[in-house]
């Protein structure tokens, strides 16, 4: 596994040299700055709501990243044929795909800091408080979900054919997920069988983004979680994590690269 | 002596997904052996087989049956790679590193020292005359410096065995010059050098021996001088004999 920090810190330097990728970062970073800093009639639950946008922006926009950036990491490889001076060195296919996944994770997470440190700045300004605990645990946990995220669209890019397609459906599912997910088994007692065991099965088979969802903690200024939860939710990303890479590795094993 | 590359009955097929059924055989049981200090010319017509040789050598193509080694290591072991170099028959890299990022990149694939990766990267860089352009981005490089890139990156593990896929065909006459000089400082160095070529003066003067394949099949393996001696003819009209040029008359 000695390949795979140096294939990452390459996907990290690309992603940062992308003119797109700062259009998006520029843009959510200036979007936060000015409905986090405008104050309507000193009203707190405008101020809640705000705050509410802001944070539900940052998640677009990192998924956005996340999704975008993973889906076209090795479709590019194979088709700009850089994979075959890549792979002519002492580098295994599963050190690619953690490599590039590490890479893409990493280029997530500085752009999560950068969001949440404009958020955190813009509301302390204003509440003049700093809940440094409710921050780090609702960081850490979404960007644990864009773990997953970036997995799951590195397996995609190896089952569908177009960088695009992959995006949107990863777009869809993970949208879907965190929407409707946590409905999926009251919606399975109204099905008759076998649909009811089906959407069961797929409730219990998914992985549930939703679970790291911590934006109501900033914006409502609660407590923060149990640590035990918090650690059982980042195992639990650890585990699809896990998953979808072993996808995409038994998927981009044994493919010809030409 | 174990050779340093050495396949045995390599057979690669093909599903021909257009037509719904059927194989092309790529490479059909093919045997080879390559010898340390050798610079060895793998010669053929478009289609022969070459580059599939050469990218199961690499680990891009899984054969069908068969197996390969380089240093004793079967291909599919990415070890197998660590004293190897490869030069594309085209550029591919990452067009936005600079020369001197991508050849940092590559040495640390190798595990190479901090101390000796830099070393290695000035000397490459003056080999291949890319100094001066050395932290500017491959995107912003003329099509001879690309490909000059290509050069310094199959050198920056000091390989013991280069491989080079067609090495002079897109090459500028700086890059040919530059490709020659490199094989005959190998060989000078002991190194083995495995190339295919369409260059067959080139090959003539520069390899010690060469196999001629055709259709998937090995024609013929030997020293250039003693083919060019069996067959009372220079390397090109062996070659032409080796591929059935020109075709025998069918009676009437």
């Known amino acids: 596994m000695n390949a795979v920090w140096p294939i990452a810190t390459v996907v990290v330097k690309e992603l940062y040299r992308r003119k797109d990728f700062y259009v998006l970062f520029v843009l959510t970073a200036l979007i936060t700055l000015l409905m986090g800093s405008v104050t309507f009639f000193h009203d707190d639950r405008i101020a809640r709501y705000l705050k509410e946008l802001c944070l539900l922006l940052i998640w677009v926009s990192t998924l956005v990243i996340a999704i975008t950036a993973t889906a076209r990491q090795l479709p590019a490889e194979r088709e700009q044929r850089t994979i075959l001076p890549l792979l002519a060195k002492p580098v295994s296919r599963g050190e690619v795909v953690v490599g590039k996944f590490l890479g893409c994770w990493l280029a997530c997470g500085v752009a999560l800091v950068v969001f949440y440190l404009f958020f955190g700045v813009v509301s302390a300004t204003r509440e003049h408080a700093w809940p440094l605990t409710n921050y780090f645990q609702a960081l850490w946990l979404q960007w644990c979900m864009l773990a997953i995220v970036v997995a799951m669209s590195l397996a995609g890019s190896l089952v569908f054919a177009a960088p695009s397609s992959n995006a949107t459906i990863v777009f869809l599912v993970a949208s879907a997920i965190l929407l409707v997910g946590r409905h999926l088994n009251t919606v399975a007692l109204t099905l008759p069988e076998p649909a009811q065991t089906l959407v069961y099965a797929l409730y219990f088979a998914l992985p549930h983004l939703e679970l790291f969802d911590l934006r109501d903690l900033l914006v409502h200024d609660w407590a923060p979680i149990a640590w035990w939860a918090w650690a059982a939710a980042t195992l639990y990303a650890l585990a699809y994590t896990w998953v979808f890479l072993l996808v995409a590795w038994l998927s981009f094993r044994r493919r010809p690269l030409v | ?252």
């Open chain 2, 1 to 252: 002596m174990d050779p340093i590359l050495n396949i045995d009955n390599l057979r690669v097929e093909y599903r021909n997904r257009e037509l719904g059924q059927g194989v092309t055989v790529a490479l059909a049981d093919l045997s080879l052996r390559v010898n340390a200090g050798e610079v060895f010319g793998f010669l053929g017509p478009n289609g022969a087989g070459k580059t599939t040789t050469i990218q199961v050598l690499l680990g891009f193509v899984q054969p069908t049956r068969g197996s390969a080694q380089l240093f004793g290591v079967d291909v599919r072991e990415p070890t197998a790679r660590q004293r190897l170099g490869y030069l594309p028959e085209l550029t591919y890299y990452y067009k936005f590193l600079s020369a001197e990022e991508l050849l940092r990149f590559y040495a640390r694939l190798f595990r190479l020292a901090r101390g000796e990766a830099e070393r290695r990267i000035d000397a490459i860089l003056k080999l291949v005359e890319l100094e001066s352009a050395r932290r500017r981005p491959i995107k912003t490089y003329s099509k001879g410096m690309q490909q000059r890139v290509g050069l310094a990156q199959a050198l920056i593990n000091n390989p013991d065995l280069l491989i080079l896929d067609e090495p002079t065909s897109g090459l500028d006459p700086l890059g040919r010059m530059k490709v020659r000089e490199i094989i005959d400082r190998l060989r000078g160095e002991g190194k083995t050098v495995f190339f295919s070529s369409h260059e067959l003066g080139e090959v003539e003067t520069a390899c010690d021996r060469v196999a001629i394949l055709h259709q998937g099949q090995l024609k013929v393996v030997g020293p250039v001088a003693a083919l060019v001696r069996e067959h009372q003819a220079s390397l090109e009209q062996v070659f032409l004999r080796m591929i059935g040029y020109p075709p025998t008359p069918t009676p009437a």
